[in-house]
């Protein structure tokens, strides 16, 4: 193996440019090439590809986004269409693939290294939906961010002694919700994994207000219902103000965290590690707080568990 590529797909996640810094610096320590392709499979088949060094990838690791850039690109799963992108590969000489991103990237891998270029997926996704791994690259910083905006909503929300419900992304995936639900101290946390009770939900947030609680907050997974309805839903059972607010694509932007940093780049490093073993059609995971790989069929037909013990756990702390 002489060359490699890499390429980020789908959604962008804070911490892809931490992952193409350590797979790029861990391939040139050990005297391979990387060749940077931009704009996911679009760029692949159009050929938007160019050799990187180490200087490419320097002042990177601090920058939310892909400075790879990201593209949806529905056509890469036509055979033509991947021939294409076979054809880019040996005009520039790269023997096998990086590919970072979500599970759709992931069919991408799978068709190229069946193609007989091996490649390996890293799981970059802000939602953390993606089987056999703990924790997807950028998971961590969209928490984050999602946290310190609730906390400013709390605000508003005991100035005004006002329920707000806020929608979080994650898409089908409740782990941000739960998540940042317990960050936040949440009195009720929704996601698409459990079912709840919308009446209960207006109880306890009355109760609460009777109780001398001043605001009321409850996190909502993007994937259950649009937050203007569940608002809607929750005052035809409550006397109190509320309002929906939707945090957006804000969650998916800024610095990574010292956690999406690490993360992405150890397993950087380890997706090269498995490319020199000759291997291909692998998704690398962090099980365990352990480096992982699977074969990316096995993902297709797996579920992401996330810890819904957390769940539980903000039930008892909201009361
Ligand atoms: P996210 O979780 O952020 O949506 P994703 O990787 O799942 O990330 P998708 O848009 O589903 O995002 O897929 C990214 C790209 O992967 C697609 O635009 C397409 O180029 C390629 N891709 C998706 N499905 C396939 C497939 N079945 N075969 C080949 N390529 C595919």
């Not at 309002?243 to 780049?265: K, Y």
Request: hydrophobic share 40%; with cysteine.
């Amino acid at each position: 193996m002489k060359r490699i590529g890499i390429l980020t797909s789908g959604g962008d996640a804070p911490g892809m440019n931490a992952a193409i810094r350590a797979v790029t610096r861990t391939a040139l320590a050990n005297g391979i090439e990387v060749c940077g392709i931009r704009y996911g499979y679009a760029g692949l088949v159009a050929g938007d590809i160019f050799q990187m060094t180490s200087e490419t990838v320097a002042d990177k690791i601090s920058r939310g986004g892909t400075f790879l850039y990201s593209a949806r690109f529905p056509e890469f799963k036509e055979e033509e269409v991947q021939l294409k992108g076979i054809e880019q590969l040996k005009k520039h000489g790269i023997d096998a693939l990086v590919v970072i991103g979500g599970d759709g990237s992931y069919h991408g891998a799978l068709k190229l290294t069946r193609h007989g270029y091996n490649a390996i997926g890293l799981p970059g996704s802000i939602d953390n939906d993606i089987p056999y791994t703990d924790y997807t690259i950028g998971f961590d910083t969209a928490c984050n961010t999602a946290m310190e905006a609730i906390d400013k909503i709390r605000d508003t929300a005991t100035s005004h002694q006002r329920v707000f419900v806020v929608n979080v992304m994650g898409r089908d995936c409740g782990d941000i919700a739960m998540h940042v639900g317990v960050a936040t101290g949440a009195d009720a946390i929704v996601i698409p994994e459990e079912p709840y009770d919308i009446k209960e939900i207006a109880e306890n947030l009355k109760q609460g207000f009777a109780n001398g609680k001043k605001h009321g907050i409850v996190v909502l997974a993007e994937g259950v219902m649009d937050a203007e309805k569940f608002k809607d839903e929750l005052l035809k059972y409550g006397d109190f103000d509320a309002r929906a607010n939707v945090l957006g694509h804000m969650q998916r932007g800024g610095s990574p965290t010292m956690r999406d940093r690490v993360v992405a780049s150890e397993m950087g490093a380890y997706a090269v590690k498995l490319l020199l073993e000759g291997k291909g059609g692998l998704a690398v995971g962090m099980e365990n707080n352990k480096l992982t790989h699977h074969d990316i069929l096995d993902l297709f037909d797996a579920k992401h568990h996330g810890n819904y013990a957390l769940y539980s756990l903000n039930k008892d702390l909201a009361k």
